[in-house]
C-alpha cells in the first residue's frame, strides 16, 4: 500500500504531489514492489488539487473513505524490537546516497531517550523542529522522538521565509512553542532576511538545538542572543542518517556551550575523529582531510547500502 497526498504548498505554489507519486509506484512495479492500493489524502478537503488523475479501482481519496469506519478501532500490530521499521536514502551531499534500516526498538529507544535528555522534552512542553519531515531529522526528531515522550509537536508546510522572515516566529508565538530545533542552513537564511524580526514576537524558548552540520560563532551568537534571547540553552549537535539519533552533543544544564562546537559524545557513543593528508592542491599546498567515526548506539542503522544503478 502506498499512503500519498494530491498537493500540497511551498513558497505560495500548490504543487502536484500525485505526480511524483506515481512515478514511485511506476518505479517500484519495475523491482517487482507492486502496491496494491494508493490512499491520498486531500490537501483541501472535498476537493481534489492534484493535475495528475486517480487511477480508478487503484487510487482511494482518505477523506472519502474514513468516514464509513468512524469509532472503529484497529488492533496494533506487535512487532519484535528487531523488526525494520522504516528505509531512509542519505541526501548524497557526501558521496553516493545509502539506503539505510532502521530497526523498531532499539531506534525508537534511542531516539525516545535523546529527546529527553538531550532536548529536555516533556510531556507538557510544545516542541518544534523545524525540518524536513522525510528526511532522518523530521523522523526521529519530529514524529518518533517527542511524540514517544507524549510531547505536543508542530509540524509546518513550506519553507521557513515565506511569505517573510518573520513566520517561524509568528508560528511559535501562536503555539505557544518552547523548545526549537532547526539547522544552521535554516538559522543563517533567517538571519540574513530578517535579523532583527525575532524581537517583533512574544515567545519564550527554554531551549533550542542546532542540526545537521557546523554553524559558525557568530550565527550562533545571534542564534543564543536573538532567537533566543539570552535565556534559551542551546545544544549544538552531530549526526547523520546513519546513526538514526544524536552521538554527539552537549547535555543541557550539564555541560558548557561552547559557539560552533558539537560538543563530546552522548551516552552510549564514544565518536573519534581522524586527521589525513589527501592530495596536494593545484598550487602544491597539502589539503587534509579530516573524518569523524563513533562507536554508536541502538539507534544506528541495521543494514545499509548503495542504490544500484538503472
Same mark, same amino acid.
Given at each position: 500500500?502506498?499512503?500519498?497526498?494530491?498537493?500540497?504548498?511551498?513558497?505560495?505554489?500548490?504543487?502536484?504531489?500525485?505526480?511524483?507519486?506515481?512515478?514511485?509506484?511506476?518505479?517500484?512495479?519495475?523491482?517487482? %514492489?507492486?502496491?496494491? /492500493? %494508493?490512499?491520498?489524502?486531500?490537501?483541501?478537503?472535498? /476537493?481534489?488539487?492534484?493535475?495528475?488523475?486517480?487511477?480508478?479501482?487503484?487510487?482511494?481519496?482518505?477523506?472519502?473513505?474514513?468516514?464509513?469506519?468512524?469509532?472503529?478501532?484497529?488492533?496494533?500490530?506487535?512487532?519484535?524490537?528487531?523488526?525494520?521499521?522504516?528505509?531512509?536514502?542519505?541526501?548524497?551531499?557526501?558521496?553516493?546516497?545509502?539506503?539505510?534500516?532502521?530497526? +523498531?526498538?532499539?531506534?525508537?529507544?534511542?531516539?525516545?531517550?535523546?529527546?529527553?535528555?538531550?532536548?529536555?522534552?516533556?510531556? +507538557?512542553? %510544545?516542541?518544534?523542529?523545524?525540518?524536513?519531515?522525510?528526511?532522518?531529522?523530521?523522523?526521529?526528531?519530529?514524529?518518533?522522538?517527542?511524540?514517544?515522550?507524549?510531547?505536543?509537536?508542530? %509540524?509546518?508546510?513550506?519553507?521557513?521565509?515565506? =511569505?517573510?522572515?518573520?513566520?517561524?516566529?509568528?508560528?511559535?508565538?501562536?503555539?505557544?512553542?518552547?523548545?526549537?530545533?532547526?539547522? =544552521?542552513?535554516?538559522?543563517?537564511?533567517?538571519?540574513?532576511?530578517?535579523?532583527?524580526?525575532?524581537?517583533?514576537?512574544?515567545?519564550?524558548?527554554?531551549?533550542?538545538?542546532?542540526?545537521?552540520?557546523?554553524?559558525?560563532?557568530?550565527?550562533?551568537?545571534?542564534?543564543?542572543?536573538?532567537?533566543?534571547?539570552?535565556?534559551?540553552?542551546?545544544?549544538?549537535?552531530?549526526?547523520?542518517?546513519?546513526?538514526?539519533?544524536?552521538?554527539?552533543?552537549?547535555?543541557?544544564?550539564?555541560?558548557?556551550?561552547?559557539?560552533?562546537?558539537?560538543?563530546?559524545?552522548?551516552?552510549?557513543?564514544?565518536?573519534?575523529?581522524?586527521?589525513?593528508?589527501?592530495?596536494?592542491?593545484?598550487?602544491?599546498?597539502?589539503?587534509?582531510?579530516?573524518?569523524?567515526?563513533?562507536?554508536?548506539? =541502538?539507534?544506528?542503522?541495521?543494514?545499509?547500502?548503495?542504490?544500484?544503478?538503472?
Amino acid at each position: 500500500m502506498l499512503i500519498t497526498a494530491d498537493a500540497y504548498y511551498r513558497g505560495g505554489n500548490l504543487l502536484d504531489h500525485k505526480k511524483a507519486a506515481d512515478i514511485a509506484f511506476a518505479k517500484a512495479k519495475e523491482e517487482n %514492489v507492486v502496491a496494491e /492500493k %494508493v490512499l491520498v489524502w486531500q490537501r483541501h478537503t472535498g /476537493k481534489y488539487s492534484a493535475q495528475t488523475p486517480l487511477v480508478k479501482g487503484r487510487d482511494f481519496v482518505i477523506n472519502e473513505i474514513l468516514p464509513k469506519y468512524r469509532g472503529q478501532r484497529v488492533e496494533p500490530e506487535r512487532m519484535l524490537a528487531t523488526d525494520p521499521l522504516f528505509l531512509m536514502y542519505t541526501s548524497g551531499s557526501t558521496g553516493r546516497p545509502k539506503a539505510c534500516q532502521h530497526s +523498531t526498538g532499539g531506534y525508537l529507544s534511542y531516539v525516545a531517550g535523546t529527546s529527553k535528555m538531550i532536548q529536555d522534552i516533556h510531556p +507538557t512542553d %510544545v516542541y518544534w523542529c523545524m525540518a524536513d519531515i522525510g528526511w532522518i531529522t523530521g523522523h526521529s526528531y519530529i514524529v518518533y522522538g517527542p511524540l514517544a515522550l507524549g510531547a505536543s509537536s508542530v %509540524v509546518y508546510e513550506g519553507v521557513p521565509n515565506y =511569505p517573510d522572515a518573520g513566520r517561524p516566529w509568528r508560528i511559535a508565538e501562536e503555539l505557544g512553542v518552547n523548545i526549537f530545533h532547526t539547522s =544552521p542552513t535554516a538559522i543563517r537564511a533567517l538571519r540574513r532576511d530578517g535579523p532583527e524580526e525575532p524581537k517583533k514576537y512574544h515567545y519564550r524558548f527554554k531551549h533550542m538545538t542546532t542540526v545537521g552540520e557546523p554553524i559558525e560563532p557568530e550565527v550562533w551568537r545571534w542564534y543564543y542572543s536573538v532567537v533566543g534571547k539570552g535565556e534559551a540553552v542551546i545544544v549544538d549537535t552531530w549526526w547523520q542518517t546513519e546513526n538514526g539519533g544524536f552521538p554527539c552533543s552537549t547535555v543541557p544544564a550539564l555541560a558548557p556551550m561552547k559557539p560552533g562546537s558539537a560538543a563530546p559524545g552522548c551516552p552510549a557513543s564514544t565518536p573519534s575523529s581522524t586527521t589525513t593528508t589527501a592530495r596536494r592542491s593545484r598550487r602544491g599546498r597539502a589539503r587534509r582531510a579530516t573524518s569523524a567515526s563513533a562507536i554508536l548506539g =541502538p539507534g544506528s542503522c541495521r543494514r545499509s547500502g548503495v542504490i544500484p544503478t538503472a
